[in-house]
């Protein structure tokens, strides 16, 4: 298959631009090739209308985009279609001559294109990789589709969801370059607008580099509540560097200078977290938020949490994280995940393992995204990062006037403000033993009794807790209660190393494509996947969108990176000779903590021996750091 595929590539010197993209996709439909060669599906009437009917604001938003360009591709005999997140045609729109002989294919609307009907396609493969992809005549899997070029671009939601695809299909022998910038280009002012009318009720950040961009299609447009952001475009993810998972939620004021509060219609300049200067203007609305973190008993809340916990705060309600927006588990953890997600159904406590970065929250985010809990809070408590004497007061709240300097109003306690949702505990087994057996009685009691009063509370919540650590050893050498450790663990997850992925190579690019690549034009070489693939990745995915981030930064658009373009440390000696073998296929006699440790000396060494810096590279707080320090010493 990748002989046949990378000939046909390199016949194609238009065809580049993703070779990874259309060899993964016919590897796909190599697996299922039995059931792709059936005549196409095409939904009854009923159904369509039906369809058309549940997506109303999508086509509505983009009928006057579609209009246009119509019209701009009618010289090339092209047609437009929209699809929604099924593949399903909804809308086409062209050339009637064209549009005739489309019909021969089944481009028509009712028709689904989705890759496991149609095989490799423009709409389909764009779906299932997330990014805009060009399928160009022979590279469509299907013979039949062989007379088509497409080109298709998702169509996102404000919170990431991609919505549907907007498809440019042409005859194969009138392949345009500029036929896939385009259909991205429209995708994108089709997501603005979807963002504008989702905008209503909320405040409005534009932002860009250069202020003369601000009322272009290449803005970067947040939604906010509250200060907090519930919705943006890919634009703005790119521009600060985040990813949706992480963007989604969070305090503006993380990503980007206070200064934006000053913003108003005359645009004021900013510094976003990464240092990057941009111009900015902000719309204020004054109708209500849908978003806001509705705490239980709120009057009785201090209003306003301890900010040294650098937690995020509760996620509530669908809009709050859709599962679509937060990271798959690997595909070989998928089976594994729906069991885990029936135990934490059925109330059982879930702990989950594995080493730094390894997507341990994202896996609990992901359980609480699902549970028949998520429309109600995720409480996360980073219980490395507590100092000893404020844990307390922070996580069982306290009355008021309980201690000087309390808050006057007194404080919930972030074990309150899991009421009735998820609690979430990450790096349990850097939790001080007074305050596991503080837990411990809670856990039993499902009750808790605030600092200063004599009053019991009734909590209900589901437990998720992580560690990177050996709890089992921890248990021998006395650092951790033995009877808290059994009523953490009713369903193990053991997450692995991000070497071992089984799909690693193809993960990468479609990573590399997620931050950014795709925006600047920017391909892997072979060797150089290769070569990220043959890495140990000992920070794993924390550490490989660092990487992968900064090589998006610093190459020039339009390149195709070789392994002399990787840092160092990631071109030699494992990627020497490097038969595309990943760590995983190779197996590994490593064990996950020797990854940790070495992952931290590692880093400490390259920090010259500095503490925050080192763990700031890790990811992890500075109190979390000394505690596995004077454990490795
Ligand atoms: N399956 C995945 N695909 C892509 N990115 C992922 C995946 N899982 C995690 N990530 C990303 O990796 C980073 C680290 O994830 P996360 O915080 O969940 O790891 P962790 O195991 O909890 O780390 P730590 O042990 O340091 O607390 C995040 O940026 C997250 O978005």
């Given at each position: 298959m990748e002989s046949v595929q990378s000939q046909r590539i390199s016949g194609d010197p238009n065809a580049i631009h993703a070779p990874y993209l259309i060899q993964r996709s016919w590897e796909r439909c190599a697996r299922q090739s039995g059931d792709l060669h059936t005549d196409p599906i095409m939904l009854s009437g009923g159904d369509l209308k039906e369809r058309l009917v549940r997506h109303t604001a999508l086509l509505q938003a983009a009928r006057p985009e579609i209009e246009i360009l119509a019209g701009m591709v009618a010289s090339t005999d092209g047609i437009v279609l929209l699809t929604d997140d099924n593949g399903v045609i909804l809308q086409s729109l062209g050339d009637t001559g064209f549009l005739q002989r489309a019909e021969q294919v089944a481009l028509r609307p009712g028709v689904s294109w989705a890759e496991d009907h149609r095989g490799t396609n423009a709409i389909g493969t764009a779906l299932i990789e997330g990014t805009s992809v060009r399928v160009h005549g022979g590279e469509h899997f299907l013979q039949r589709n062989r007379i088509l070029s497409c080109h298709g671009a998702p169509v996102r939601s404000?919170?990431?969801?991609?919505l549907g695809v907007l498809d440019i299909s042409c005859?194969?022998?009138?392949?345009?370059?500029?036929a896939l910038k385009l259909a991205a280009m429209f995708a994108r002012q089709i997501t603005n607008r979807m963002l504008d009318q989702a905008g209503r009720g909320y405040d409005t950040l534009v932002f860009h580099r250069q202020a003369s961009s601000l009322d272009s299609i290449e803005r970067a447009q947040l939604l906010l509540n509250d200060g907090h952001i519930v919705g943006a475009n890919d634009a703005a993810i790119a521009m600060l560097g985040a990813t949706w998972q992480h963007l989604?939620?969070?305090?503006l004021d993380a990503w980007m200078h206070a200064d934006w509060r000053q913003a108003g219609n005359l645009p004021v300049s900013i510094d976003t977290s990464t240092g990057a200067a941009v111009v900015a203007r902000l719309h204020r609305k004054s109708a209500p938020s849908i978003a806001a973190p509705a705490r239980p008993d709120a009057s009785e809340a201090s209003g306003k949490r301890a900010d040294a916990l650098h937690t995020p705060p509760a996620t509530h309600g669908p809009d709050a994280q859709a599962p679509a927006m937060l990271p798959e588990p690997a595909p070989e953890l998928r089976g594994e995940f729906e069991r885990t997600l029936k135990a934490f159904d059925g109330g059982l406590a879930v702990l989950i393992q594995g080493p730094t970065g390894s997507g341990k929250e994202v896996y609990a985010r992901r359980l609480h995204a699902r549970?028949?809990?998520?429309?109600k809070p995720f409480v996360a408590i980073n219980c490395g990062a507590l100092p000893e004497s404020l844990i307390e007061a922070e996580l069982f709240g306290y009355a008021p006037g309980a201690y000087t300097g309390a808050n006057r109003h007194g404080s919930l306690g972030r074990l309150r403000e899991a009421h009735g949702g998820v609690l979430f505990l990450d790096e349990i087994g850097d939790m001080p033993l007074p305050l596991q057996t503080r837990l411990l009685r809670v856990l039993q009691e499902r009750e808790i009794r605030p600092l200063g009063s004599d009053k019991a509370v009734a909590v209900d919540f589901l437990l998720i807790s992580a560690t990177n650590q050996d709890l089992d050893s921890l248990l021998r050498q006395g650092q951790f209660r033995s009877d808290l450790f059994y009523r953490l663990q009713d369903q193990r997850v053991q997450l692995q190393p991000l070497a071992m992925r089984q799909d690693l190579p193809g993960f990468l690019c479609t990573e590399f494509n997620r931050l950014g690549a795709l925006e600047k034009s920017l391909t892997l070489s072979d060797d150089a996947c290769r070569s990220l693939a043959a890495?140990?990745?000992?920070?794993n995915y924390r550490e490989l969108q660092s990487v992968l981030r900064a090589l998006v930064i610093h190459s020039a658009a339009g390149s195709l990176l070789q392994v002399s373009d990787l840092p160092e440390h990631l071109q030699a000696p494992h990627a020497s000779g490097a038969t595309g073998e990943t760590p995983a296929m190779r197996g590994?006699?490593?064990?996950l903590r020797d990854i940790d440790e070495q992952h931290i000396r590692r880093t400490l060494h390259r920090s010259n021996g500095n503490i925050s810096e080192t763990a700031r590279l890790l990811g992890i707080h500075r109190s979390t750091l000394h505690r596995r320090l004077k454990r490795l010493s």
């Open positions: 404000p919170q990431g969801d991609i005859d194969a022998g009138k392949l345009h370059a500029y989604l939620n969070q305090p549970c028949a809990r998520s429309g890495y140990a990745w000992p920070g590994s006699h490593t064990s």
